[in-house]
């Protein structure tokens, strides 16, 4: 290696690391070591002088410098940086020219002319030939999303490698054909089958979506609309079975806390001097008592007369699914009736709103109780240890 060329790439390596920015993840140092040994394998199977041999290493170690300042005509800059350091370091204007010709056939538009044009071209699209093709091509989309460019999706992406490496690119040198166009050939292959794959995919479900949309739309509708009582009936039951522990930890509670108070504080009142702590135990226990009756209250059921006539069954008024409207008629006339229900959809749709709405009405009353006695309960501890701190403060204070 000429001391040229060693000095260039000191001068690249260090300029590239340094000045590139973090969204260059294709276009970076590890691409121009790629093109530079790409250049290298070329040139050793080609019959070049020792100037052709510096003019395409210098150009393939220069050939992306521009891209510190952004991808638009970055290779006219990249043309300018390699003029700069050889003018610096007195190249022969000759040499200058050739490595910014070689710099700018790097181009996609551009069309190579001389050999040496068509071995950096060559060298600068060798990853189409490598086993690193498809991990080079993802940073290339990666780059792109990155600066804004241009967004593609992996299909789009897949499409686009394939429409550039069978419709616009092409090897130019004997060695590159004969030694990358195989290689090539394979990956494009490769990318043709996985776009078949994702097609095929594509069609399936867009297959199955249509099957799907077709089965909804053949589905009785009487599913759906049983779906909706049942869940809706069980969400209520729920609900109700949560208002009913609810209750049962307040009496749990409060109960807890009379039983405490008769066996601990109540005798000791019976003693004069403990007369200060009456009025504070009587407050503590009234809003325990309250406390106990509102919890049994919310749960408290309601008793229902259990008949009903078959003037009431002719006439849709009954809701035959509520135990309360039947649990005193006899077994006969119950079947009667529900046989009646059963061969009318309209008198079971009717019967299953009714129940849902009279148990909506029953959730209601008990948390609005439940809430109620909540208040109290929390309203009873406050005022109770307000109480007994008054009486405290009083009793030392005398």
């Not at 739309?217 to 049942?230: C, G, H, T, Y």
Request: charged share 30%.
């Amino acid at each position: 290696m000429t001391p040229t060329l060693e000095d260039a790439k000191r001068f690249v390596t260090e300029f590239l690391v340094e000045n590139l920015p973090s969204t260059c993840l294709y276009h970076n140092l590890t691409h121009t070591k790629r093109v530079v040994k790409s250049t290298k394998e070329i040139i050793d199977n080609s019959e070049l002088t020792e100037q052709q041999q510096e003019v395409l290493q210098l150009a393939a170690l220069f050939h992306d410098t521009g891209y510190c300042q952004g991808g638009l005509d970055h290779e006219k800059r990249s043309a300018e940086m390699a003029r700069n350091f050889l003018t610096e370091k007195k190249v022969p204007e000759e040499t200058i020219k050739q490595v910014e010709a070689c710099i700018m056939a790097t181009r996609m538009e551009a069309k190579p002319e001389g050999l040496l044009e068509e071995i950096i071209r060559d060298a600068d699209a060798s990853h189409f030939a490598k086993d690193y093709f498809q991990e080079a091509s993802e940073f290339l989309r990666l780059e792109l999303k990155m600066q804004g460019k241009k967004e593609y999706s992996r299909s789009a992406w897949l499409k686009e490698n394939i429409a550039v490496l069978e419709n616009w690119h092409q090897y130019y040198t004997d060695y590159a054909k004969e030694n990358w166009g195989p290689k090539k050939e394979e990956n494009l292959k490769r990318m043709k089958e996985e776009q078949q794959k994702i097609e095929k995919q594509k069609a399936d479900n867009k297959k199955t979506k249509e099957l799907n949309k077709q089965k909804a739309k053949s589905l009785d509708p009487d599913k759906a609309i049983q779906s909706v009582f049942r869940v809706t009936l069980r969400n209520h039951i729920k609900l109700s079975d949560i208002a009913d522990t609810k209750a049962n930890i307040l009496l749990s509670v409060n109960a807890i806390i009379i039983s405490i108070a008769l066996t601990n504080l109540i005798p000791k009142l019976d003693n004069p001097k403990n007369a200060y702590l009456m009025v504070p135990t009587l407050i503590f226990l009234f809003f325990s008592v309250i406390s106990i009756i509102m919890s049994i209250l919310a749960t408290r059921p309601n008793v229902t007369k259990g008949r009903f006539t078959k003037d009431d069954v002719n006439k849709k008024k009954v809701n035959l699914l509520f135990f309360g409207n039947f649990h005193q008629m006899s077994l006969n006339d119950f079947q009667w009736a529900m046989n009646e229900m059963l061969q009318d959809k309209e008198y079971i749709y009717n019967s299953l709103t009714k129940d849902l709405y009279f148990l909506g009405l029953v959730l209601e009353r008990k948390y609005r109780i439940l809430r109620i006695t909540y208040t109290v309960f929390m309203v009873g501890m406050v005022v109770s240890v307000i109480a007994f701190a008054i009486a405290f403060i009083s009793v030392e204070a005398t």
